[in-house]
Structure formats: structure tokens, C-alpha cells
């Protein structure tokens, strides 16, 4: 896809949360917020060729990382109907993402939905392990200390320094 970075979020439906991790940080957000909690939630996809002319894109988070979002591609992972992920695509390399991109995303989506969705990884994420417990090492809302990469390409009150190249997904 040449994009930057990218993120992908689990839905947890119980907690009403976006779930996201990379090496051993854990990131929990409320489902709604930021655009990637806009795709969970109405199953469209988002795509931004500019993401300062839209007024969905929080510049907080680039302002606090010194990273600079140019274009946004977010997209519905779906098992079925039931939308249980979500894909965020940032900074294509050359331009703004267009149809053919989302084309083939979403032939991949397509096939991953339900891999993801019959996943040991995304049962453990979308049930509670112990009563009042959330999955290991997640935290509500806020990013747990770690020596890995910070996640890229969040909403509102997502993603900050430490983010590291992808390496060109």
C-alpha cells in the first residue's frame, strides 16, 4: 500500500472500545473517538487526501509527536456484517490514497475479516478474561510505558512520540 504507518484496532463490543497493540504496548479507546472509532462504528470507509482540511482529524497528536499526517486511509474490518476491526492506512508514498487503493484493501480485508474475527487474538480482546479484569496488559484510554514503538495513526486522543517506520506496509 506504500503507506507509513499503520494501525490496526480490534473491536471490543462488551467495552464499547477500540483496541490496538504493538510489542508490549496496549492501547484502549473509547469506540467512538477519532476516525478510526467513526469507521467501527458506522462501517465506511474514511478516506482523507488531506488530513489538516478535515475537521475530524485531531493535529494534537502530530503537534505532540512532530509527526505530520498528510493522507488518512481508514477502513471496516468485517466478518459478515459485523465490523470487527478497523485498518488506518497514513501518508501514502506519492499522494493521497485513491479508489484503487481502497480496492485493494478491501480484497484483503475481505479474506482477514473473518480470519480475525475466529482468532484467539480477537476472542481474548472481545471477552473479558476474569470478572473486572480487561485483557492483559490494557489500559483504558491511556498507553502503557514500554521499550516498543508507539502505535501511529490514532483519533482523538490516540498516539504520541516514539512512533517508529512500519517499514512501507
Given at each position: 500500500?506504500?503507506?507509513?504507518?499503520?494501525?490496526?484496532?480490534?473491536?471490543?463490543?462488551?467495552?464499547?472500545?477500540?483496541?490496538?497493540?504493538?510489542?508490549?504496548?496496549?492501547?484502549?479507546?473509547?469506540?467512538?473517538?477519532?476516525?478510526?472509532?467513526?469507521?467501527?462504528?458506522?462501517?465506511?470507509?474514511?478516506?482523507?487526501?488531506?488530513?489538516?482540511?478535515?475537521?475530524?482529524?485531531?493535529?494534537?497528536?502530530?503537534?505532540?509527536?512532530?509527526?505530520?499526517?498528510?493522507?488518512?486511509?481508514?477502513?471496516?474490518?468485517?466478518?459478515?456484517?459485523?465490523?470487527v476491526g478497523v485498518i488506518q492506512l497514513?501518508?501514502?508514498?506519492?499522494?493521497?490514497?485513491?479508489?484503487?487503493?481502497?480496492?485493494?484493501?478491501?480484497?484483503?480485508?475481505?479474506?482477514?475479516?473473518?480470519?480475525?474475527?475466529?482468532?484467539?487474538?480477537?476472542?481474548?480482546?472481545?471477552?473479558?478474561?476474569?470478572?473486572?479484569?480487561?485483557?492483559?496488559?490494557?489500559?483504558?484510554?491511556?498507553?502503557?510505558?514500554?521499550?516498543?514503538?508507539?502505535?501511529?495513526?490514532?483519533?482523538?486522543?490516540?498516539?504520541?512520540?516514539?512512533?517508529?517506520?512500519?517499514?512501507?506496509?
Open positions: 500500500m506504500q503507506a507509513d504507518r499503520c494501525t490496526i484496532f480490534l473491536v471490543d463490543n462488551d467495552n464499547q472500545e477500540l483496541w490496538a497493540m504493538q510489542g508490549e504496548v496496549n492501547i484502549r479507546i473509547p469506540k467512538n473517538a477519532g476516525i478510526a472509532g467513526e469507521v467501527a462504528t458506522s462501517g465506511d470507509i474514511v478516506n482523507i487526501p488531506d488530513a489538516y482540511l478535515d475537521t475530524r482529524f485531531n493535529q494534537e497528536v502530530d503537534k505532540k509527536s512532530g509527526y505530520r499526517t498528510k493522507s488518512i486511509l481508514c477502513m471496516p474490518i468485517k466478518a459478515g456484517k459485523e465490523v497514513l501518508n501514502k508514498d506519492g499522494g493521497p490514497f485513491d479508489h484503487e487503493d481502497e480496492e485493494v484493501m478491501a480484497s484483503f480485508l475481505n479474506i482477514a475479516g473473518p480470519i480475525l474475527k475466529s482468532s484467539n487474538l480477537y476472542t481474548n480482546v472481545s471477552k473479558k478474561q476474569d470478572a473486572g479484569k480487561e485483557f492483559p496488559g490494557a489500559s483504558s484510554g491511556k498507553k502503557e510505558k514500554s521499550k516498543a514503538p508507539m502505535l501511529a495513526g490514532f483519533g482523538e486522543e490516540e498516539g504520541e512520540e516514539g512512533e517508529e517506520d512500519d517499514g512501507g506496509f
